[in-house]
C-alpha cells in the first residue's frame, strides 16, 4: 500500500502506522470498560501516537517534519501519499 508514496521510499511507513493504531487503539479502547483503558489514558495514548508521527516521519533530505507541515496545510497530505519526492525540497527518492 503506498508504495510510491515518499514516506514508503524513504522507509517511514511503519512510523506513519504506529502513529495510526495509537491512535485508533486511544479513540476505541475507553469504549469498552474491559480494556481498562480510561478515557484519560486513551487520550495520552492517542495525542502521543499522533505526535510520534509528527515528530519522526521526516525528510531525509531537508529534515522538514512532513506531518508537521501537513498539520497547518492539509493539503500536503495528498502529495506524501501519491509522490516520490518531498514536498519541502522536490528530492526525488527512488
Ligand atoms: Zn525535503
Known amino acids: 500500500m503506498f ?6 521510499k524513504t522507509q517511514q511507513m ?7 493504531a495509537a491512535l485508533i487503539f486511544g479513540s476505541v479502547a475507553p469504549i469498552f470498560e474491559q480494556s481498562g483503558v ?11 501516537g ?5 515528530a519522526f516521519v521526516i525528510c531525509p533530505a531537508c529534515g522538514q517534519r512532513w506531518f508537521y507541515k501537513g ?3 492539509a493539503s500536503l497530505y ?3 501519499f501519491s509522490k516520490s519526492s518531498c514536498p519541502g525540497c ?3 527518492f527512488e
Open 3 to 8: 508504495s510510491h508514496s515518499v514516506i514508503s
Open 14 to 20: 511503519w512510523k506513519f502506522w504506529v502513529g495510526v
Open 38 to 48: 480510561s478515557w484519560t489514558v486513551g487520550t495520552v495514548i492517542a495525542v502521543v
Open 50 to 54: 499522533y505526535g510520534f508521527t509528527v
Open 71 to 73: 498539520l497547518l496545510d
Open 78 to 80: 495528498r502529495p506524501l
Open 90 to 92: 522536490n528530492h526525488l
